[in-house]
């Protein structure tokens, strides 16, 4: 009889926890990302446009960011801008500087190849889980960007088609549903950005439209390796394009900001 009771227990299944949906910051990255997809608040608008204007080649490395200008810019306090500064700080995109204020940053040449390097890992895994993982609504949209940066790079608007190049790497890093590694990829796409802001010699194409055609070619075939060998080639003929060469800004903050 125990064995019987022992038996018909074992039969019993226990109670299994409903699902529990993933964290809210899983699938909303934070950081890098999330000023990227928006917030609201002072601190975030201050952020974004320092962030957009650098990526849109407005904001150059090297250039002064005085909290005063910055409060009287955004009507905001100065503890408001110094937290926007320390984030930024934070992401690698300011240099914060006792007694002299916040820069925007100004890589090194090692830098700039730590960078290149950690960014040709980064896509090669996350162009290799896109080819696994991507739809075909997710590949239409990104032909559709594909259209947009090459009607941007006919129109000759520099920072239009910057801002799209660097927006086809980072889709792509989103295809992947990988969002630590994408979070990762935001920081270095945003880092490069510096980079071939500073370093660019000027009417270059910071990247070429063919081979962006050609990955999503690969995209759709499901040929991850051939879109892993693409991107790596891509990514190393925009690090040979680069001149270590700077030169100073020399135009007001409010109009680099887009203000």
């Given at each position: 009889?125990?064995?019987?009771?022992?038996?018909?227990?074992?039969?019993?299944?226990?109670?299994?926890?409903?699902?529990?949906?993933?964290?809210?910051?899983?699938?909303?990255?934070?950081?890098?990302?999330?000023?990227?997809?928006?917030?609201?608040?002072?601190?975030?608008?201050?952020?974004r446009?320092?962030?957009d204007?650098?990526?849109?080649?407005?904001?150059?490395?090297?250039?002064?960011?005085?909290?005063?200008?910055?409060?009287?810019?955004?009507?905001a306090?100065?503890s408001?801008?110094?937290?926007?500064?320390?984030?930024?700080?934070?992401?690698?995109?300011?240099?914060l500087?006792?007694n002299?204020?916040?820069?925007?940053?100004?890589?090194?040449?090692?830098?700039?190849?730590h960078?290149?390097?950690?960014?040709?890992?980064?896509?090669?895994?996350?162009?290799?889980?896109?080819?696994?993982?991507?739809?075909p609504?997710?590949?239409a949209?990104?032909?559709?960007?594909?259209?947009?940066?090459?009607?941007?790079?006919?129109?000759?608007?520099?920072?239009a088609w910057?801002?799209?190049?660097?927006?086809?790497?980072?889709?792509?890093?989103?295809?992947?549903?990988?969002?630590?590694?994408?979070?990762?990829?935001?920081?270095?796409?945003?880092?490069?950005?510096?980079?071939?802001?500073?370093?660019?010699?000027?009417g270059?194409?910071?990247?070429e439209?063919?081979?962006?055609?050609?990955?999503?070619?690969?995209?759709?075939?499901?040929d991850?390796?051939?879109?892993?060998?693409?991107?790596?080639?891509?990514?190393?003929?925009l690090?040979?394009?680069?001149?270590?060469?700077?030169?100073?800004?020399?135009?007001?903050?409010?109009?680099?900001?887009?203000?």
């Open positions: 009889m125990p064995a019987h009771t022992r038996k018909q227990t074992a039969k019993t299944p226990a109670p299994v926890p409903a699902a529990t949906p993933a964290p809210e910051s899983d699938s909303a990255p934070s950081g890098l990302l999330a000023s990227v997809v928006g917030d609201d608040s002072a601190e975030g608008r201050i952020y446009t320092v962030f204007s650098i990526m849109s080649q407005r904001l150059a490395p090297g250039t002064k960011l005085p909290e005063a200008s910055l409060c009287e810019l955004f009507n306090s100065r408001t801008v110094r937290l926007a500064l320390q984030r930024l700080a934070h992401d690698n995109i300011v240099q500087r006792p002299r204020g916040a820069i925007v940053a100004v890589p090194t040449l090692e830098e700039t190849r960078i290149f390097e950690a960014r040709r890992g980064l896509e090669d895994t996350l162009v290799r889980l896109a080819a696994e993982r991507a739809t609504e997710d590949l949209a990104l032909r559709q960007q594909l259209k947009e940066e090459h009607a941007a790079m006919h129109r000759f608007k520099q920072p910057v801002r799209l190049a660097s927006g086809f790497h980072l889709k792509v890093g989103e295809l992947g549903r990988n969002p630590v590694l994408q979070r990762y990829l935001v920081e270095m796409v945003s880092r490069c950005s510096l980079i071939v802001a500073l370093y660019q010699p000027p270059n194409a910071c990247c439209h063919e081979q962006h055609d050609a990955i999503v070619d690969c995209l759709e075939r499901g991850a390796d051939g879109a892993a060998r693409l991107m790596d080639s891509h990514l190393r003929d690090e040979r394009n680069i001149c270590m060469r700077a030169e100073s800004p020399d135009n007001r903050l409010k109009d680099m900001l887009g203000l």
